[in-house]
């Protein structure tokens, strides 16, 4: 068992010396990335003191299945000078986390550039044998650069969407001007017309009538609600990158903390607007400076720049807590846990977690009821098998086989066969093709044996049918899966309602559509799967709902319950497909 452990093992080449990193310093002055200024030392203004501002990347990875691993380079050639390149913190960690941006000839061209730069200016940093040994130490200790790596993206990410938000606040804001202009034009016409005058004879401020304001009224009170919108909606991811950054820095949870509470401050102060229809009182613009302020201090600490310190933060936020929904709250610590496992997405040396593993299992099953819409990519059931998949990376050749086995035992079906799924992967990316060749055995197993006649299958895996009849179809053939779906549906033909709403698909709107007015998600059907027995479905719906005619996706709409919906729509597409019969 030690030696097929052995065989799995990724191979990773030694450390580059302590003696290759001076001769990198010393012929490198800025990072290697074209157009970036950043000195690999900088300044400290108020010490004078120079402080390490970079790090030293691999062209070609050290450790097998990293980014542009070379399986033909010796060990000599991996740690070699000619493999390495001096970059700041942000880029070091940029060209590893997105590698298929950045393949070995770009790089290798950013590294004569940086050579050619330190000949014209004559400029380099001479390391003393302390300082490489740090540079070394950041660079090369496994621990230390992932943790600097998942930093840096998520601090970046973190600033974008504080960015976001600022930019959000700002458009939404002219809306409510808009609104409140019309107002007081509806305000200033009045008293035009119908000029009063106080007992002293000095002229007084006319009102107009709640229903002379009413339109402007409303449209401000939209605007504000929306503003309120999208900005809550910019929040949770803004919040979820600031978890991750505290997971791999917890020094910066203060920082942390002042941007999520600048962050919430900008959405209530969005959704306000001071005794309407007065002035702008500048509080909004005030909440958008403190993001700005307290995004910035956060990029300052991380990078070791000189940065602001947070206010003392008052008090824990009770009263959200306290108005917190059931709904709410099982959101939040799904998200939460999510967060505890994005750290294994991100490197690849974490040791296994058996508890946190089985808690995303459990949470797997409770969002395995969402679409598969663009908000939620980052927190149902795929993103979260994926991350259990992570989490047991690094499991025992036995344990890891025996996850595989439980897994094929999970239901739902479609948690049981995301989790395959992604454990295959898993395994592949680390060349244990054994357990990935189990997984794959496990996933057909369980998907060929599945009882398609029980109505609970449909509706426990309504949003995910597709997937596991498409992925049965792959396992055996077209017409297997068919005649698994006839069968069901001569066998209850009850089950017509869960078949249609099964190869629905889901979509939803990245904006208003010019018109104003919010769009929420929207399910239809777009094509027919191969697998479906679409003669049998367009006899039962003639049927058992004669009424409904076939329809595209917009005269659809006029049946108001999904099934005829979709019915219409298999009709529309049947008619347009003859081969699909």
Not at 71 to 88: I, T, V, W, Y
Request: proline share 7%; hydrophobic share 40%.
């Amino acid at each position: 068992m030690a030696q097929q452990e052995q065989r799995h093992r990724p191979l990773v080449h030694p450390k580059p010396k302590d003696s290759t990193v001076k001769q990198l310093y010393g012929t490198a002055f800025r990072c290697a990335k074209p157009g970036c200024l950043r000195p690999l030392y900088r300044m400290n203004d108020e010490t004078g003191e120079w402080l390490l501002n970079s790090s030293v990347a691999h062209i070609h990875a050290r450790s097998e299945g990293g980014p542009r691993w070379d399986p033909g380079m010796s060990a000599e050639e991996n740690q070699s000078a000619a493999n390495l390149l001096p970059l700041c913190n942000d880029h070091a960690a940029e060209i590893d986390d997105t590698p298929e941006h950045y393949p070995p000839e770009l790089l290798h061209a950013w590294k004569n550039e940086q050579l050619q730069e330190c000949l014209d200016l004559h400029r380099s940093w001479p390391v003393d044998d302390a300082q490489a040994a740090e540079i070394a130490a950041n660079s090369f200790d496994p621990h230390q650069a992932g943790i600097a790596h998942a930093g840096a993206t998520t601090v970046i990410t973190a600033v974008r969407y504080a960015g976001l938000m600022i930019e959000s606040a700002r458009s939404k804001r002219r809306g409510a001007a808009q609104a409140v202009e019309a107002w007081n034009a509806v305000r200033d016409r009045a008293n035009r017309m119908m000029p009063a005058f106080d007992v002293n004879g000095e002229r007084v401020q006319v009102e107009p009538s709640r229903m002379e304001t009413a339109s402007a009224r409303d449209a401000l009170l939209e605007s504000l609600s929306q503003a309120v919108h999208v900005l809550e909606e910019q929040v949770s991811p803004l919040a979820a990158e600031l978890h991750a950054v505290q997971a791999a820095a917890p020094a910066l949870r203060p920082w942390c903390e002042w941007v999520e509470d600048g962050a919430r401050g900008l959405t209530r102060a969005a959704g306000r607007w001071p005794s309407p229809p007065g002035p702008d009182d500048g509080v909004l613009q005030a909440a958008m400076d403190e993001l700005r302020r307290a995004a910035q201090a956060l990029g300052d600490v991380w990078r070791g720049d000189d940065a602001q310190q947070p206010p003392t933060r008052c008090s824990p936020r009770s009263e959200e807590a306290a108005d917190e929904s059931d709904g709410a709250r099982a959101a939040r610590l799904h998200q939460e846990l999510l967060e505890r496992a994005r750290p294994w997405s991100r490197v690849r040396h974490r040791p296994y977690d058996a508890d946190l593993y089985e808690q995303l299992v459990g949470s797997a099953g409770v969002v395995s009821d969402l679409p598969e819409l663009l908000s939620l990519l980052t927190v149902g059931l795929p993103a979260t098998t994926r991350l259990a998949a992570r989490v047991a990376r690094n499991a025992d050749d036995p344990t890891f086989r025996d996850l595989i086995v439980r897994a094929g035992r999970v239901r739902p079906l479609a948690v049981s066969g995301f989790l395959l799924k992604y454990l295959a992967i898993t395994a592949e990316e680390d060349g244990r093709t054994e357990l990935r060749d189990l997984a794959h055995a496990t996933a057909r197993q369980v998907l060929m044996a599945e009882q398609w006649q029980d109505a609970s299958v449909w509706a426990d895996n309504r949003s995910y049918i597709l997937h596991l009849l498409n992925w049965t179809a792959d396992f055996s053939d077209a017409d297997r899966v068919r005649t698994t779906v006839e069968e069901a549906l001569r066998h209850d033909p009850g089950l017509l309602p869960a078949v249609l709403v099964g190869i629905a698909d889901w979509s939803e709107p990245l904006d208003d559509g010019g018109a104003g007015v919010a769009r929420g998600p929207k399910s239809m059907i777009n094509t027919l799967p191969g697998w479906l027995p679409t003669r049998h479905i367009v006899v039962m719906i003639n049927e058992h709902l004669p009424e409904v005619q076939p329809a595209d996706e917009d005269a659809s709409e006029r049946y108001t319950d999904d099934t005829r919906r979709y019915a219409s729509q298999v009709l529309w597409l049947a008619e347009g497909n003859p081969s699909a019969w």
